[in-house]
């Protein structure tokens, strides 16, 4: 019976052993991470209808799906903001903070506003801006247990989640404009020090069919090209929708379009632009909608993204956070 006791033990220390190995330097397909990452659609597709309703700055709508963003962040462990701005309209960014008090964050953010359209008052505005407020949300629910584990245990390095408003101008579909109020605003005003803001993933335009991603910037080069790896892991593994490849590591640096990220792009942040390399064909439609997504491409776009991340803090320690 001795015997016994003394082998299970060394069989515990052995596979204990091989889990720390696997795990020690960030994330290994197939290995303890698998246990730390949930997969709950039900959740995104919730959250996702709760986002589908026409929310242009002044409508109800508008107004719903901000106290929507924040209760969910409290639900989901942040301390939730609402960082409101008066110059030169009232908007509210909506933030999630976990680890306020790190020395440096991670941010993700999208837009959850959308444009006004005097020809279809009930555009929802799907890919531009839902899907991507979704996934940031959807990600935090499938890393709940790491972040309020060993995460929250770490100075080093914090989360946030940007939710910017003002990003679509109210003037109708013939003003094609894009103010971007929130994201200028949260740069100048620095409601988070920009140095501490090792790199801004931006994510827009995501839930069409048969778009390609590409890396828009030389400084997070290597992070593109890290996320393409991932998607290429995971459908080795079989743990993505049958799908077109999302992800190339190929440059398009010579061209991107006007977002969020612009101001941080200016104040020298390093930024991955997640968007597609052409507009949606529904893009400015009242055909954007929940119906008319194509959902491998949501499911893949949120798998990756969530690995990603939750390799990006098993992996670097706050000294070594620059986007390389």
């Not at 890919?127 to 709940?144: E, F, H, P, Q």
């Amino acid at each position: 019976m001795l015997h016994f006791v003394w082998f299970a033990l060394g069989l515990c220390l052995i596979f204990l052993i091989v889990d720390f190995w696997l795990t020690g330097g960030g994330w290994t397909p197939g290995s303890a991470s698998t246990r730390m990452i949930s997969n709950d659609e039900a959740h995104f597709n919730d959250t996702l209808l709760r986002l589908l309703v026409p929310r242009w700055l002044g409508s109800i709508g508008h107004t719903d799906v901000c106290n929507f963003l924040v209760d969910e962040l409290h639900h989901l462990g942040f301390n939730a903001v609402q960082n409101e701005f008066t110059d030169p309209i009232p908007i509210t960014n909506v933030l999630g903070i976990m680890n306020p008090n790190a020395t440096h964050f991670l941010m993700l953010s999208c837009h959850y506003d959308s444009k006004y359209l005097e020809v279809a008052e009930e555009y929802v505005a799907a890919t531009d801006g839902a899907v991507s407020c979704a996934i940031l949300l959807n990600m935090a629910k499938r890393l709940k247990y790491f972040f309020s584990r060993e995460f929250s245990q770490r100075k080093d390095i914090g989360l946030l989640l940007v939710f910017f408003d003002g990003h679509d101008s109210v003037n109708g579909i013939t003003d094609m404009t894009y103010p971007l109020f929130g994201s200028s605003g949260f740069v100048e005003s620095e409601t988070i020090p920009l140095k501490q803001i090792t790199l801004l993933i931006s994510l827009n335009l995501i839930g069409a069919p048969n778009h390609i991603y590409m890396s828009r910037y030389e400084q997070t080069f290597g992070m593109h090209e890290r996320m393409a790896e991932i998607e290429l892991e995971l459908r080795q593994l079989g743990l993505l929708s049958e799908c077109h490849q999302l992800f190339y590591k190929l440059k398009d640096h010579d061209s991107d379009i006007d977002d969020d990220h612009n101001s941080f792009l200016e104040s020298g942040v390093p930024v991955m632009h997640v968007v597609p390399h052409t507009y949606p064909e529904l893009w400015l439609h009242e055909d954007d909608n929940f119906e008319n997504l194509h959902w491998p491409t949501v499911r893949n776009m949120n798998a990756i993204i969530t690995r990603f991340v939750y390799e990006y803090f098993k992996k670097n320690n706050g000294s070594d956070l620059n986007a390389k």
